[in-house]
């Protein structure tokens, strides 16, 4: 099942679940395009987090209400390992945002790993790339980057293969780009890599791909893999990353006192990880199929993770191709789409166009006056510049709906497009 769109009255369900689907918090009409910057939320977790967030009691103590609170953390912790990784090994690392959990996870790993070199990829998000680069440097190590492949706005699984060898301490490989929706060929790199070098440390940047599809850091032999809830139907203020057993212990920023592949650090947030269980659940609701069995609460999750991608890659290939109301953006004249090399299957719902007549930053306004929310991934961001001059562009418009879209919004953001690429420039 690699394309296939949820039936309307499934969907219309799906949306009543979610937050601002079709108008904004003012109560102005919009089409919300920009989930890779932060998703639509589920309203079961926001309603959820408030809940738990209302009240005061610390869960690490012993009073009644502190015991009910600890369960959601404690519930919240399986649902991200069992559900979430798939992990039947390792330990949880919570923080504040990927980002952070991302450098301190290149400092603690270029601390420990062993080996002369590093490996990153052109696409990594900067928390990744410059952890890496910097951490390099501080332990004398050679930065060694896989670059994009213009025609595929990928990154060739043989191109960073050819940079590991057995001296490469630490490879970090995104699961798919930020910019450009690819899905990196993570089964043939990391089997490579280990075969290069058992003891590598491999991790993972898993932010962009987790909303999309199933993760299996274990099965990939994945040492450290992160995940962001606000670009998961949830809430911001929170993150977390599986870590893998031969690495959980190594020394990181810990009570002394605490157990040596103990990762968290601080007062838990109940609320926080209250808000991830409502979200496994609507996932494994979504996996519940009729007619289907499932063994375990994973395989519902995975399945629900399957039926998201099969109704985002359809979507894809209406906005590409064309609904039978609008011309796809591939046959819009004064419309490119970049990016588009690679098939279907191996990309996120990402879209990077650029206007022949105005620069992505004018569009991404011109789509605002027309109730469209989109984003301008431009050369001029400090998060983007690396990615988008590799793909030989200067900005590119970057639209990225959600599974709770249908036809009927492509259809309206495609209308949109065509009047925008219509104007004429200044
Ligand atoms: C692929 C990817 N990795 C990491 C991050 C950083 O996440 P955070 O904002 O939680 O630091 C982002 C955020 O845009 C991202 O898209």
Not at 91 to 106: D, F, G, K, R, T
Request: charged fraction near 25%; include cysteine.
């Amino acid at each position: 099942m690699t394309e296939s769109l949820f039936t309307k009255p499934e969907l219309s369900r799906i949306r009543s679940k979610f937050l601002h689907v079709a108008r904004d918090f003012s109560g102005e009409k919009r089409l919300f395009f920009d989930n890779a910057g932060g998703s639509l939320r589920l309203k079961r977790a926001e309603e959820v987090f408030f809940h738990v967030d209302s009240i005061p009691d610390c869960s690490e103590h012993s009073n009644r209400v502190a015991r009910h609170l600890d369960e959601f953390e404690r519930q919240g912790r399986r649902d991200l390992m069992e559900c979430v990784f798939n992990a039947r090994h390792g330990v949880l690392y919570p923080s504040y945002s990927a980002s952070q959990i991302m450098m301190e996870l290149c400092r603690v790993f270029a601390e420990n790993a062993r080996g002369t070199n590093v490996v990153a990829t052109q696409l990594e998000h900067p928390s990744s790339y410059d952890g890496m680069k910097h951490y390099a440097e501080v332990h004398g190590r050679e930065f060694r980057v896989a670059p994009v492949n213009p025609a595929t706005s990928g990154v060739d699984a043989d191109d960073v293969i050819a940079r590991i060898d057995r001296h490469t301490a630490i490879l970090s490989c995104m699961y798919a780009s930020n910019i450009s929706g690819y899905i990196f060929d993570l089964e043939r790199i990391c089997a490579a890599a280990r075969k290069a070098n058992p003891d590598i440390v491999i991790v993972c940047d898993a932010v962009q791909h987790a909303p999309h599809a199933a993760l299996d850091p274990e099965a990939l032999g994945i040492d450290a893999m992160t995940f962001a809830p606000y670009k998961f139907f949830g809430v911001r203020g929170f993150s977390a990353a599986y870590i893998s057993d031969r690495c959980a212990s190594f020394m990181h920023h810990r009570l002394l006192a605490k157990a040596a592949d103990d990762w968290s650090l601080g007062s838990p947030a109940p609320a926080h990880y209250a808000a991830i269980s409502e979200i496994v659940s609507y996932v494994m609701r979504l996996g519940a199929v009729p007619g289907a069995t499932a063994s375990t609460r994973r395989d519902l999750f995975a399945r629900g993770m399957g039926r998201i991608a099969a109704h985002e890659r359809a979507l894809l290939r209406l906005a590409l191709e064309g609904t039978d109301k609008e011309p796809g953006l591939r046959s819009i004249p004064g419309v490119t789409v970049r990016m588009d090399g690679s098939p279907l299957e191996q990309r996120d719902f990402i879209i990077g166009i650029e206007f022949g007549n105005i620069g992505c930053e004018e569009a991404v306004a011109e789509y605002e006056k027309r109730g469209v929310i989109v984003f301008e991934r431009s050369a001029k961001s400090l998060y983007s510049r690396r990615m988008v001059e590799a793909f030989g562009s200067q900005g590119v418009v970057r639209v990225s709906p959600l599974h709770v879209h249908g036809p009927g919004d492509i259809a309206r953001f495609l209308r949109a497009t065509r009047e925008i690429a219509g104007l004429v420039g200044s």
